[in-house]
């Protein structure tokens, strides 16, 4: 089983940036796809971001283009989500997962055998 682990939450304004780190630890199997999804209290998890394990292809919610970067090293084991420009509506916990294969449905969080705790983001306005 792979251990995941977020950081880089917190309390910003609107307009600011955040990076979130996720580093994977115990046992591994190859390289994951690893994808990033949020949930904000009384909602569901919805997809964010999700990358395959070459960083050669990722795919982004329509909500997040252009606004945030997800990209991996690794070498390190981690991954990382750049969120810029951020909004009130961007407020949730934000969770990192890990799926063995990568493809379409790298979009969908039910597809994903692997989870982190989740590390809080909150922006003001």
């Known amino acids: 089983q792979v251990q995941l682990v977020e950081s880089g939450g917190g309390l910003v304004q609107a307009g600011g940036s955040l990076r979130l780190s996720c580093a994977p630890s115990?046992?591994?199997?190859?390289?994951?796809?690893m994808g990033w999804f949020r949930q904000a209290p009384g909602n569901e998890r919805e997809f964010v971001a999700a990358i395959s394990w070459s960083g050669g292809s990722s795919y982004y919610a329509d909500s997040v283009k252009g606004r945030f970067t997800i990209s991996r090293d690794n070498a390190k084991k981690t991954v990382y989500l750049q969120m810029n420009s951020l909004k009130p509506e961007d407020t949730a916990v934000y969770y990192c997962?890990?799926?063995?294969?990568?493809?379409?449905?790298?979009?969908?969080?039910?597809?994903?055998?692997?989870w982190g705790q989740g590390t809080q983001v909150t922006v003001s306005s």
């Open positions: 997962a890990a799926d063995p294969r990568w493809g379409l449905h790298s979009q969908v969080a039910a597809n994903y055998d692997y």
């Open positions: 115990g046992r591994t199997f190859g390289s994951y796809t």
